[in-house]
């Protein structure tokens, strides 16, 4: 293909050096170039086609798991429950049908960490040696809203915990003041 161009060429080139002579009689041409320049009248190239659109379906292979409470969690997920505040789901003290339990008095250093277990509708109490001023209670970890709130002063607060969830607690001046509820339907 590549010979047979150069061929085509080559004869244009021959035949146009002939005319461009002024033929056989040897005399100068005297005609003038009165040809216009070529111009490109086309137009650009514009791309028309439609956009490619994905039509293939994902496909889940994986298996999620559960690695805490997402903020804004109402605690309705009472399958798998969390870790907060280092109470897993074998420390709770079952308070759900005792009322006696469902209070630290007094809440000290001594009382460490306290995991409590209630239902849902229940309230809970704080009372700590010396008050709020010595012990300020503030909510710590787990599902969020929280119902607890900060607390510095007073002698007694009680929270109601309408949602269920595990809501951590501590004591701001002590860290070892700490622990969670754990609400149940």
Request: with cysteine; glycine share 12%.
């Amino acid at each position: 293909m590549r010979t047979f161009h150069f061929l085509t060429v080559l004869a244009v080139v021959s035949t146009v050096g002939l005319v461009g002579c002024g033929g056989d009689d040897e005399t100068p041409s005297t005609t003038a170039d009165t040809g216009t320049p070529a111009t490109d009248t086309g137009t650009p190239a514009t791309d028309t086609g439609t956009p490619a659109t994905d039509t293939g379906t994902a496909t889940d292979t994986g298996t999620a798991t559960d690695t805490g409470t997402p903020p804004g969690d109402t605690g309705g997920d009472t399958a798998m429950p969390v870790v907060v505040n280092g109470c897993a789901e074998a420390d709770y003290i079952d308070a759900t049908t005792d009322a006696a339990k469902r209070k630290l008095d007094p809440w000290t250093t001594a009382s460490g960490k306290q995991c409590i277990r209630i239902k849902k509708g229940q309230s809970f109490t704080w009372t700590p040696g010396g008050g709020f001023a010595t012990h300020p209670l503030a909510p710590k970890d787990g599902t969020m809203p929280t119902p607890i709130t900060s607390t510095t002063s007073g002698t007694t607060k009680s929270f109601d915990f309408p949602n269920e969830g595990t809501f951590g607690f501590v004591c701001t001046v002590h860290s070892v003041m700490t622990g969670a509820i754990r609400v149940v339907p």
